[in-house]
Nanobody, 123 residues
């Protein structure tokens, strides 16, 4: 299984980026696919996910600014990030889990991790 993340970079505050996570070895429609992030010196935290049911969930800190989506044909998950803030600076990781509906996404429940992609937001 491989989750290949891309799309990170340097952007000014208020700008936008789109992260991509191309999966191989699994079908994104059969898993809850999501993004976590880890800022320097902090623990890895949940950002957003799209469940196998197509329901989506977001951390409060990104609601209204980030949008997660899934392209089944391309077996890829995206994270559109708008109105970026300096506090969004972190390494972003793609993740796949199979938590049941209602369970809180968490790092311990992740089955597969992708390599991280660095997002840096300058103020």
């Amino acid at each position: 299984v491989q989750l290949q993340a891309s799309g990170g970079g340097l952007v000014q505050a208020g700008g936008s980026l789109r992260l991509s996570c191309a999966a191989s070895g699994i079908t994104v429609g059969n898993y809850n696919m999501g993004w976590f992030r880890q800022a320097r010196g902090k623990e890895r935290e949940f950002v957003a996910n799209v469940r196998w049911t197509s329901a989506t969930a977001y951390a409060d800190s990104v609601k209204g600014r980030f949008t997660i989506s899934r392209d089944r044909a391309k077996n890829t998950v995206y994270l559109q990030m708008n109105n970026l803030k300096s506090e969004d600076t972190a390494v972003y990781y793609c993740a796949a889990d199979r938590l049941i509906s209602g369970a809180t996404p968490n790092v311990d429940a992740v089955y597969y991790w992708g390599e991280g992609t660095l997002v840096t937001v300058s103020s």
